[in-house]
């Protein structure tokens, strides 16, 4: 069962660092779930990613606080408007496109009411 934990915190990583650099895949969620898996597969994983440079900060500002940086409000918010301008000019039918707008919206509203 531990090398799954592993496997999840590995992919999750991954694809946390991949969000990095592309536009609607959410970094630090993906973060918090690689650090809750591999606090249950391996103490020198979940020890290097809480004490990276770049990874743990946000990683313990959530825990601490339950805090999302300024920078990544932005970011993510950004990245709503991205998706749903996507959806407009790819032409998604309207009942879809409130749906998505009412998700998004509570995203951002969830977002925007976490401490920086």
Do not use: N
């Not at 979940?46 to 313990?60: M, V």
């Not at 301008?85 to 496109?97: A, D, M, P």
């Amino acid at each position: 069962m531990r090398w799954l934990w592993v496997l999840g915190g590995g992919l999750s990583l991954g694809v946390g660092v991949a969000g990095m650099v592309l536009p609607l895949v959410p970094t630090v969620p993906l973060l918090l779930l690689a650090a809750f898996c591999f606090a249950r597969s391996s103490e020198r994983l979940h020890a290097w990613l809480i004490g990276h440079r770049t990874f743990g900060p946000p990683i313990e500002a959530w825990k601490r606080r339950g805090a999302i940086g300024r920078r990544a409000k932005w970011l993510a918010s950004l990245s709503i408007l991205a998706a749903l301008g996507l959806s407009l000019l790819l032409g998604v039918r309207s009942e879809i496109l409130v749906v998505q707008a009412l998700a998004l919206a509570a995203v951002a509203l969830f977002i925007w009411t976490r401490p920086d």
